[in-house]
């Protein structure tokens, strides 16, 4: 069914061509009061929120998203934002809330959401020098400034991304690349190695992003091999020596290493020094993902990243512990050499034959084309507060992940799944007594969702030996000990709730007996 062309309406001037709403010299007034109210309604909505989340389902919001007319407009941004109270606003979940403990999420600094309210004004284009002047340039400092902290030399260089998926997949294809043209050199047939020959070893704790692109680089799907890791979670160094010498005497091609600086889960820090020196022996690529544990950089431990600076690429997740808006991210490599793997020419954009010091093409290094100016985001944060105040953040955060894990060890209803070592905790509700394993998965899973539907508080959950846990991911300087003590006791409550409701059933006897 197709609906008939729409007829201006009574209430449509005929003036209204759209014209009045392009950002130009003409249109300022509108555009200043626009964004105004924006930020007035946001304030608003911020001074409310008294909680991370209001627990409605998405069947309820659906039916309000859908009953929205989209070929009718409200004409006003006053209208439109008051239609986006029902719909998002008021729902939304809040992450710069204390008692938001789910997934990589942080609260934003303000130079942050000020730099993105300018690069979507102007909205340069990170493709080409042309669509960009100044800030190609501003990118630049900020590639160098991360490098830098790595301390991977003066030949690095590298792009901002999407985020660390994307990061891993550029890291990725051109580890792959590097390896087929090493190996081409060597065959005698002078082809180049097939990719069913490649493997990627990484440990059994790393992003699923990892898998993802080994698959979209075309590998078999068991090209991927699983390190196991110690009871810290790090992937064991021995078993990766292990995993080398088998692959080469299985003539497998190891395209990668990749080490992980903050699993997802754990936080937990592969021994980057061990792994390096395998990489070096091998002669492989090192690639360090850390998506997570990149704010380090900035932070009084940076020792806990010791060896990063082997790598051979990085990537960093602004957007996850430099509390910059998404999306905000990074790929870095040693050697910008290594980039060319990702330059392809376009006569219309960056022809061959362009001078690369008078228009520096940052396309020529990104699998994207029209790129965001993330890199503005970071650079306000920087010149406004400084590396150290960021740092000190992060600090916070990893200061109060201590202090939280010195209360779940002393509450017996908890049991920790792992010493944290940055700012998430994994441990599981056991309550007082001995209670069925899968039962107790069930009352986790329950407790879980049950607090999430309460709005109170928003907590993650993943999977250890196969078993239901809960995962607090702190990222909020602001979540205070007592914030997390009352978490504790909401889990607790709709934990036991649950085995009151599901013991006699199951068991076929009162729990009390
Ligand atoms: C979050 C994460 C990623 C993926 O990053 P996105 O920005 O979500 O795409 C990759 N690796 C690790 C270790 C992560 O924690």
Redesign the pocket.
Known sequence: MTSPPRRLSDHESPGTDGSEHLLNERNLRQYSASLHRCVERIAGTFAEVDRPHTGTSAAALGKRVSAIDLDEPVRDTTTALEELEEIYFRDAVYFHHPRYLSH?NCPVVIPAVAGEAILSAINSSLDTWDQSAGATLIEQRMIRWTADRIGLGDASDGVFTS????S?LQALAIARDEAREAQSGTNHLGHTVPLSRLRVLTSECS?F?IAKSAALLGLDHDAVRSVPCDERRRMRVDALAEELARCSAEDAVVMAVVA?A???DFGSIDSLHGIADLCAQYGVWLHV?A??GCGLLVSSHRELLAGIERADSV?V?Y??SFFQPVSS?AILVRDTAHLRHITYHADYLNPADTDAERTPNQVDKSLQTTRRFDALKLWMTLRVLGPDALGGLFDEVLDRTSEARELLAADSRFELAAEPQLSTLVFRYVSTEEIDPELCDRMNRHARQALFDSGEAVVAGTTVNGRNHLKFTLLNPETSVNDISHVLDLLAEHAEEYLTGHVPQEFGHSRAS
């Open positions: 990589l985020g660390g998926t994307q891993n992003h992003s992980t903050g699993t997802t993902d998506a997570y990537t997740d957007h996850k991210s």
